[in-house]
């Protein structure tokens, strides 16, 4: 029986998943890769602290990454430490040194993933991230392989297990502020929950997904991103009132030789299959001419989920290095589709409007719409209050040009006191 | 630029779909595998009918399978034929002469995958049947590699289409036979439709995903099997208004040193991810130690969806032929791990009682199901008519053997009227 040694870079829960799950089922991906897969070097800044796996690894801990790069006795290199820095500069000279690598790092593959798979074709080395994605969620190899016959026209996807949590914890009622708090002391955001909340985790994921699906590169910057800080408890009451979930979603839909792609909070109706992915867990839903509607579900983060990805790409990346056949499943950028500018998104829209209580003001209002052709669908008065009302109004898809300006209009109305929220509609 | 070459058995349904999406995507199929994809021949008794699959594919059809087993121009050999008979000896040909074969055959991979395995290792060749299980949801490829690092302790399938439309027809309101009629006028069910309505089409499905997920033989004929002939329209109002949904489950688990596996309806609570499956869409759910809960869901069955999963093996063994590596993705069944006897099977149950509407009737079943240690989690009374009362039992977990004796005793209670339903609640 062969041995594949592997070399870990970043020993914190992503890493430690990993690592755990190598060693739970050491036996198991014996038989199924066809060798043994050997931990030989552990790399973190801290090489003191127990993380509690199960497993004594002290003797494998390194302060040194490169110690491990640089051994010729490592054939994998994973990388689980995040961020650009210093991450590249490893990933890049494990590559150089012909090494497969498996990494989890959305933001990497998002930003320098067209430089680093160009270096690993040129290398003959592996360069694999299904766990950068929708955590332990097999969902970069199924548009890879399974659906390689496919034109895959759209991506819907609930890639942030923090928001789809904070959401999901304010239609219990909390607002927030109170469901961010609980969060965070659960483990389930960061102390800085920008990233998570303002969206910027999942357009780097859209921008990896995009780019798979429509085999072109997109560029994170490019994508329409809004977070989920304004949405309030009361708008997830009357969108469910409405027979909507309010959930983050990464969209991105290839037509009329563009890629329309963004993050932004959406009403999504209960029938629809992704509507009722709760907490935290991920879904990531595809439409494509030959398979059609497909949806991959499973826990986007976390220590394990996002370590059964990690560990199955290293399987991946060991038998092909076992079969003599590495460096070969590097995506395709053939295409070169433009992504379109954010003015030019075409969504239905949920608007929350608080007017004076008085006469003329919903004529006004749907004035302001008529003028710049946005069709309404339905218009409902929720309360009143001091002589105020709040009205909630569902448009037909418009362009966002349009709703923006129709918008900025309504709120220079006299009888509008405010627009509090506006949150599109799929 | 290269060419492999494609011979194709069956021009069926989902033959048809296969070479459509051949056809149809060939420019990004050839830009991802790195080779044209040629249909060189599609083989089938019928050799006239126009397939209406937008190309004129008439010069490729011929009625001689063999011809295009023997041509040593063609390097992979597509099986839609279905059936053992004569697709086994086809596919034993094509891969005793060295060729990679795709199969959409789950009769065939169910009885004969072992065999058939061991003779594609043998010659180094590939056997992939990705389109065998599910129709166009990737799920065979995400076991054998994204999940390779996890030990899979549950699989919960929805994998037959024709049942879980009758199912949702049912739930309008329409009784089983006149939901079937409906189906077998829009073709989603069989003139026949035994193998679908009896849970065989699901039991092979159950036996290939078994031996996947948990490394060993399952004999489909192992699996315990019941259909969805006995459940009326009322029994899926009742599990509504309780807060189930009836699906027919492919379901297996390892526990214990052995495989529970069956397939047979169930209730299954709304709030599972595998409640909202609806109509001909299908879904595999699986729970690992590693991702934790994952589920894969999509169209089951018809043309293009199966073409899809058919057309995926087909890049993938072509890219394995154009990297030099065939015939490692095999299904490594290193464990021998026995399915448990069906008596064995531990499971809720919701029972349908009709009993004279006297004093004491509830009292003698209760202590029917009590002496057989079958203990109670509601008791519903739902209508009474005639002198006779319909009254629903939900149980908690017991084995099926308890569950049989104790049935058997009440079904003899002079006030017991009969007992129309019996299911299996998850």
């Known amino acids: 029986m062969k041995t594949v040694n592997v070399g870990i870079l970043g020993f914190g829960t992503v890493g430690a998943g990993a690592v755990k799950l190598l060693l739970d089922n050491a036996e198991d991906i014996k038989q199924r890769v066809g060798a043994e897969l050997r931990i030989k070097g552990i790399a973190d800044l801290d090489t003191v602290t127990d993380r509690k796996i199960g497993y004594d690894v002290s003797g494998l801990l390194t302060g040194d990454a490169l110690s491990l790069i640089n051994d010729p006795d490592i054939h994998i290199i994973v990388e689980t430490i995040g961020g650009v820095k210093p991450a590249e500069s490893f990933v890049r000279a494990a590559l150089g040194a012909g090494k497969s690598v498996v990494t989890a790092n959305k933001m990497l593959i998002a930003k320098e993933g067209a430089g680093l798979m160009a270096l690993a074709r040129e290398k003959g080395a592996d360069l694999l991230f299904e766990a950068s994605v929708g955590g332990g969620i097999p969902s970069i190899d199924p548009i890879k392989n399974n659906l390689a016959a496919n034109r895959i026209n759209k991506i819907i996807g ?5 928001t789809n949590y904070l959401l999901s914890e304010m239609k219990k009622g909390k607002n927030y502020s109170a469901a961010l708090k609980e969060a965070q002391s659960l483990g389930y955001a960061e102390q800085d929950p920008t990233s998570d909340v303002e969206g910027f985790d999942s357009m780097y994921k859209l921008a990896i997904l995009s780019r798979l699906c429509f085999n072109t590169e997109v560029c994170a910057d490019d994508i329409y991103r809004e ?63 030959g398979a059609g509607d497909t949806m991959y579900y499973g826990a986007g983060a976390g220590s394990l989920p996002a370590g059964s990805a990690i560990a199955g790409d290293v399987a991946e990346a060991a038998r092909n290095i076992l079969r003599g056949c590495r460096g070969a499943g590097a995506v395709a950028c053939y295409n070169d589709i433009p992504v379109a500018p954010a003015e030019s998104l075409v969504r239905r829209n949920y608007i929350r409007i608080i007017v004076r209580d008085e006469a003329g003001c919903i004529a006004a209002i749907s004035g302001a719409f008529a003028r710049y052709a946005v069709s309404l669908e339905s218009i409902i008065q929720k309360n009143t209050k ?34 509090p929220s506006r949150i599109r509609v799929i």
Not at 158 to 162: D, E, K, Q, S
């Open 158 to 162: 609930i890639v942030n297990g923090t």
């Open 227 to 289: 977070g989920i800080t304004s949405i309030t408890d009361y708008d997830i009451k009357y969108a469910n009132e409405m027979g909507y979930q309010i959930r983050l979603l990464a969209m991105a839909e290839r037509t009329g030789g563009q890629i329309y792609a963004a993050v932004h909070p959406a009403l999504v109706p209960d029938e629809h299959p992704i509507a009722g992915v709760d907490g935290v867990m991920n879904a990531v839903f595809l439409s494509s001419d």
């Open 386 to 419: 001091d002589g105020l009302a709040e009205v909630v109004w569902l448009t037909h898809a418009a362009e966002e040009e349009r709703m923006r300006k129709a918008l900025s209009e309504i709120e220079k109305i006299p009888l509008v006191d405010s627009i």
